[in-house]
């Protein structure tokens, strides 16, 4: 390999490592939302994977059934996350043309 083309791979390297600091940062102003329940329990999550919201209807607070409650909750948290990784790694891949690069997934 030539000086030349190594210096330009690694200018190219810096400017996409740079890009994917910016997508990044920018999917922690994104967010999905998931619900359970028929829309009783609905989460809403960030492009950067954290809770920011939970809401629940005072209809399925019951505290003869709170398993149910709980399981509900666990059931959009983690259909909420799903969505936001899946979110992340369509940000990700318009950068990177879909390309799966060592160390940059979520």
């Known amino acids: 390999m030539k000086k030349g083309s190594m210096g330009g791979l690694l200018k190219q390297a810096q400017k996409l490592q740079a890009q994917m600091a910016q997508v990044q ?7 999905v939302e998931a619900s359970a329940g028929g829309g009783m329990v609905k989460v809403v999550v960030s492009g950067k994977q954290e809770l920011v919201s939970i809401s629940i209807e005072k209809e ?3 505290p003869e ?7 509900m909750i666990l059931a959009a948290v983690n ?8 979110m992340a790694q369509a ?8 390309m799966n690069l ?3 997934g979520f």
């Open 102 to 104: 060592p160390g940059m």
């Open 25 to 31: 940062e920018g999917l922690g102003e994104k967010t």
């Open 79 to 86: 259909e909420g996350m799903a969505k936001s990784q899946e």
């Open 91 to 98: 940000e990700m891949a318009k950068l990177t043309g879909g």
């Open 65 to 71: 059934d709170v398993d149910m409650l709980q399981d």
């Open 60 to 62: 399925v607070v019951d």
